[in-house]
């Protein structure tokens, strides 16, 4: 019986966006100012949280963090589009593809998470505004840090193990613009059951979880702000909720799009809802905490 002819890749070729000569500059520079922008967004964001007394507080600490996972998480993808575009051979090492895959998913999953931690601490705030410092304390906010990088790392190592022992087709073109799950497993040859169950468990793990988490905690505000008396208190409570309320839905929404559908069906429509979640989130989240936050205004303005 003739054998397909299997082998492990030494490299694999990422189609990219478009494949027409003509797209490839505007690209660069539309993709260049959107990586720009946001590594100063985010940027701005760290320097004014460590630089302003008024803003040493548990949500601004994990906000910091948040900003800097978010420059992560765009580098990771951005630069090697970058080069992409102004390259006749739009290759990736296998290795630097499992990498590429690796850390997109930490951050991914650690942006997840650090949102949850950053509803815990509004949760606390007005749910238990006189336990909150407690509640709260310098210690509490670190076991949250850690956690919210320790589960990402490991969840990831996990999905990268899984990919580096299938066995992959002569085929080694990727149909997206970067090393992801989905477009890899299309061109395994051998069997992606276990892979794909672990795709499930990274569904489960970075965006159902943490979203019940904090559909939960949102309910719990709702219900305290509710029992408050004075409107002008209850506009005031959900205020500082406003932010997070609009990034959410953004974040998490586009994944479950992405990552719930057919599995293997990567779409061209998928692909832009990877580009929204992958890129266009980490840029528009320094805009949504500072104009819709008034402490941060402050902040800015001493840098």
Not at 200 to 216: D, F, N, R, Y
Request: net charge negative; glycine share 2%.
């Amino acid at each position: 019986m003739e054998m397909l002819n299997v082998t492990r890749l030494s490299e694999f070729i990422l189609l990219g966006l478009s494949s027409l000569p003509e797209d490839q500059k505007p690209l660069f520079v539309l993709f260049l100012t959107i990586y720009l922008l946001t590594l100063m967004g985010n940027l701005l964001i760290i320097l004014a949280i460590h630089s302003d007394p008024q803003l040493q507080n548990p949500m601004y600490f994990l906000l910091s963090f948040l900003s800097f996972a978010d420059i992560c998480y765009t580098t990771v993808v951005v630069p090697k589009m970058l080069t992409n575009f102004l390259s006749d051979t739009e290759t990736i090492s296998y290795a630097e593809c499992l990498m590429q895959m690796y850390f997109f998913l930490t951050f991914e999953n650690m942006d997840s998470y650090l949102l949850v931690a950053m509803d815990i601490d509004r949760c606390e705030a007005i749910c238990n505004p006189f336990h909150y410092v407690t509640a709260m304390n310098h210690r509490h906010c670190m076991l949250l840090l850690v956690f919210s990088v320790a589960v990402p790392c490991f969840h990831s190592l996990l999905h990268v193990l899984l990919m580096h022992w299938l066995t992959f087709c002569e085929s080694n073109v990727i149909h997206h613009f970067f090393c992801d799950v989905n477009p890899l497993l299309k061109l395994a040859y051998s069997s992606t059951s276990v892979d794909e169950l672990g795709l499930m468990t990274k569904g489960l793990a970075s965006v159902v979880t943490p979203l019940i988490c904090i559909v939960i905690s949102y309910l719990q505000i709702l219900i305290t702000v509710l029992r408050i008396p004075s409107a002008a208190e209850k506009c005031k409570a959900l205020s500082t909720c406003s932010s997070h309320l609009t990034v959410v839905p953004l974040f998490c929404g586009i994944i479950i799009y992405v990552y719930f559908q057919e599995l293997l069906s990567y779409t061209v429509k998928k692909r832009i809802a990877t580009i929204i979640y992958a890129v266009l989130t980490s840029l528009l989240n320094p805009f949504i905490y500072t104009l819709r936050n008034k402490d941060m205004k402050p902040g800015l303005g001493k840098l």
